[in-house]
T-cell receptor, first 113, second 114 residues
Framework: GAGVSQTPSNKVTEKGKYVELRCDPI?????LYWYRQSLGQGPEFLIY????????DSGLPNDRFFAVRPEGSVSTLKIQRTERGDSAVYLC???????????FGQGTRLTVV | GDSVTQMEGPVTLSEEAFLTINCTYT??????LFWYVQYPGEGLQLLLK?????DKGSNKGFEATYRKETTSFHLEKGSVQVSDSAVYFC?????????????FGKGTKLSVKP
């Protein structure tokens, strides 16, 4: 596609439920990043993929968060047993490789009620 | 660890006014520095960048100079327009430090009035 696509754009879920957020990167981009942006804050790094593998998952806050990129393209961020504190905008970005400009999607706004 | 501190907003200016948004950083290695912009309803976009000391990044009339001696990367524009209203994020990428990924400041919201 022309840019990084994230779906859904908005997600409201009940506390304790499981959610999946999808990121479709720019075609040919090998690097993919997930960030989380809370209200009034800058984006915070969660995880970085190079191809299919998670090269750096040091930003994942706890074991309720998990992400996959099985074919080196689309990635899914999975959150188990959601908590109200998980409410934020989840941003995905991709780049041709680690050393080139990262392009961001418009994000998924997750609200846990 | 590495961090970025930028001036708190919101900043409100009249059209054609001079803009400065301050940004300072802490890094263990030799970072590249960036300004990203987020227009209303849109995703983050790279505005400009500088990869080494004394480099000046520029784009759309905005510029910022990488000052290693003051660990700063202040964003400036000589004459702002209403269309510049957005949230601006300063960020660093430090391959020499513990994190090889973008670290962002909290953002500064700019509103330009006609």
């Amino acid at each position: 596609g022309a840019g990084v696509s994230q779906t859904p754009s908005n997600k409201v879920t009940e506390k304790g439920k499981y959610v999946e957020l999808r990121c479709d990167p720019i075609s040919g981009h090998t690097a993919l990043y997930w960030y989380r942006q809370s209200l009034g804050q800058g984006p915070e790094f969660l995880i970085y993929f190079q191809g299919t593998g998670a090269a750096d998952d040091s930003g994942l806050p706890n074991d309720r968060f998990f992400a996959v990129r099985p074919e080196g393209s689309v990635s899914t961020l999975k959150i188990q047993r959601t908590e109200r504190g998980d409410s934020a905008v989840y941003l995905c970005a991709s780049s041709f490789d680690r050393d080139t400009e990262a392009f961001f999607g418009q994000g998924t706004r997750l609200t846990v009620v | 660890g590495d961090s970025v501190t930028q001036m708190e907003g919101p900043v409100t200016l009249s059209e054609e006014a001079f803009l400065t948004i301050n940004c300072t950083y802490t890094a263990t290695g030799y970072p590249s520095l960036f300004w990203y912009v987020q227009y209303p309803g849109e995703g983050l976009q790279l505005l400009l960048k500088a990869t080494k000391a004394d480099d000046k990044g520029s784009n759309k009339g905005f510029e910022a100079t990488y000052r290693k001696e003051t660990t700063s990367f202040h964003l400036e524009k000589g004459s702002v327009q209403v269309s510049d209203s957005a949230v601006y994020f300063c960020a660093l990428l430090d391959y020499g430090g513990s994190q090889g990924n973008l670290i962002f400041g909290k953002g500064t919201k700019l509103s330009v009035k006609p």
